[in-house]
């Protein structure tokens, strides 16, 4: 079972989904985080169930982002991957009230129209996104100036990120959750540099 004691017990699960042992690694800490939360692991998804998906938006979803639903499905990484029915152009979500929407700048407004959501952020109404065309991620943060931030250049990277963070619950007898937080941020720091960090946790 992985345990946590000092930095260098930090796993980076992967350069890109897809490279060699990434499914060992990745593997490695969804099921000690599912195990530490006593869930059940969910199961893939199929390949049909993510092309109807695409079919109905009408766009196709990162690669990365793919693969990860084909190999572990909706698992738990710490932030809400959504249902698959869930999924949905960002533009579409105020559009029969837009008055109950964000006042988007002209800049969120750029790359409004080729948001798709997959994830949410603990909660709270911020929601990551990937773009129709790039399939690069972004970040809809409803307590912002600007709503909407180019976080990542791949799905990869967002889902390390997140199994990088959770692995500061995976922490030893020896050690308290605060100095696991502190490595956990500062792996994920030297890989994304600390603007993307802070934008994303504080």
């Known amino acids: 079972m992985l345990e946590i004691n000092n930095k260098k017990d930090i796993i980076i699960p992967f350069n ?44 196709t979803l990162p690669d990365g982002l793919n693969l990860f639903y084909q ?17 949905e152009w960002m533009k579409d979500i105020w559009a029969n009230n ?33 773009h129709s065309e790039t399939k690069e991620i972004y970040l809809f943060d409803h307590d912002s100036g600007s709503y909407i931030t180019k976080m990542f250049n791949t799905a990869d990277d967002y889902i390390k990120g997140c ?8 922490y030893g007898e020896d050690i308290d959750q605060e100095d696991a937080d502190e490595w956990t941020e500062e792996v994920a720091e030297e890989l994304f540099g600390n603007d993307i960090i802070k934008k994303w946790k504080y």
Do not use: H
Not at 19 to 33: G, H, L, M, P, V
Not at 99 to 124: A, C, H, M, R, W
């Open 16 to 59: 890109k989904i897809g490279d060699n042992d990434w499914k060992i690694k990745t593997s490695q800490i969804i099921e000690a985080f599912a195990d530490t939360w006593d869930e059940e692991l969910k199961s893939p998804i199929s390949s049909a169930e993510i092309t109807t998906l695409e079919t109905k938006l009408g766009t």
């Open 71 to 87: 190999t572990f499905g909706l698992a738990n990484i710490g932030e809400e991957l959504q249902d698959l029915d869930k999924m």
């Open 98 to 130: 837009p008055q109950n929407g964000p006042d988007f700048t002209s800049k969120d407004n750029e790359v409004l129209p080729y948001l798709v959501t997959f994830s949410n952020y603990i909660g709270n109404g911020n929601m990551f996104c990937f």
């Open 163 to 170: 199994l990088i963070f959770v692995q500061a619950e995976l």
